[in-house]
């Protein structure tokens, strides 16, 4: 008799270790691929997590890529596997049809970092972040944050800064060489590749082209073309050299786009004066 108790505890140890090892295994918790309200199968069907939900960007262009930063609040139960879904909703936070963005199920942190796409259409749009931490029953908690993006349409704006000779004491001469640089910038809010163009246009004569490149800008930056000895002055009187840049599609603004300099050559070969002249915004010399 005193046999077969011992052994029937033993199977019993051996059974609880089973259980336990399972337990400690603990198989998926969260199935955030349901893409639903996650209080409908985990927890007693309340909010009972604490949720953020940050954009990293609050503004963003159309069809971009941005990402959200989520966290879920530990559940007091025990260390259980967390998940998010993502769902499309309004400024009352009414949940609307999935993005097809969800993810977790994997382990047991509390963050994590959805990629989410904008939309295509300027507007503000809301999204609503449902977290869940633990077993679908009532020891899961879950809760949900509503966030927003704008999607502001994109700004193409070029613009010359300024157009100038150098070295600025250079003597100028008839048959003479003029060297000169300008300041391209882009001062919209995306990337752009432009031509950017030099022309001069001789006294009392036709305008030729002194050289064009293709420039390739960030937004809010600028650049500094250098041409050394790109016009020969072969006439007296007064020369216009001419910058440009672009315009490029969608760009509307263009009056800031091109900015002149001129300079007066005598008919002597002795040294001459240059007066230059700026056309263009006055805020961007």
Known sequence: MKTKVLVLAALVAVLAAVVVGVIAAKPADAFPSKAKDCADCHGT???DATVTATPSASGVAPGVTYTVAITISENPNGAFNTGYWVANSDVNGVTGTSTGVYGGDTGTQQTHTATMTAPTTPGT???????????SDDQGIVGFKVYSITVVAPVHDLAVFGIARYPRRADVTLGGHGSYYAVYANVGTVGETFTATLTAKAPGGGTSTLDTRSITLA???????????VLTYSSAGTWTVTASAGPVAGE??????V??????????????????????PASRR
């Open 125 to 135: 749009y809301y999204y609503k972040v449902f977290g869940e931490d633990g077993h």
């Open 219 to 229: 937004a809010g930056t600028s650049t500094t073309v250098y041409y050394p000895g």
């Open 259 to 280: 900015e002149s300099k001129t300079c007066t050559i005598s008919a002597s070969t002795s040294p001459a004066s240059a007066k230059i002249v700026h056309r263009g």
């Open 45 to 47: 069907g309340g909010y």
């Open 252 to 257: 509307t603004a263009t009056a800031d786009n």
